[in-house]
Nanobody, 124 residues
């Protein structure tokens, strides 16, 4: 069982920045695939970014968001810059305790563990 604890959500003006953190339990964190997803009311949870030994991004966040990990701290980060009102959502950290192939990192079913969710609100 992997427990995920997220932090860092909040309210930010358009154009601003925010960093989300997700701390994971487990002894083999360096082998986990870690992802960030987001969801707005009435819509499905969508992929934002993921990291194995490489990184993956949804097209609308490329160049604005950066996913990174600190294996010594069992933590993954999502640095969000140039935020837009359409980035407003509940952001979820996700994990699976193995490296995923690139064909699978964007799919919700590939992830076994989920955080509680963080509200990110970008004001216009």
């Amino acid at each position: 069982q992997v427990h995920l604890v997220e932090s860092g959500g909040g309210l930010v003006p358009a154009g601003g920045s925010l960093t989300l953190s997700c701390a994971a339990s487990g002894r083999t964190f360096n082998k986990y695939t870690m992802g960030w997803f987001r969801q707005v009311p009435g819509k499905e949870r969508e992929f934002v970014a993921a990291i194995t030994w490489t990184t993956y991004y949804e097209d609308s966040v490329k160049g604005r968001f950066t996913i990174s990990r600190d294996n010594a701290k069992n933590t993954v980060y999502l640095q969000m810059n140039s935020l837009r009102p359409e980035d407003t959502a509940v952001y979820y950290c996700a994990a699976v305790a193995r490296p995923l192939l690139s064909d699978y990192v964007r799919g919700r079913p590939a992830y076994d563990y989920w955080g509680q969710g963080l509200q990110v609100t970008v004001s216009s």
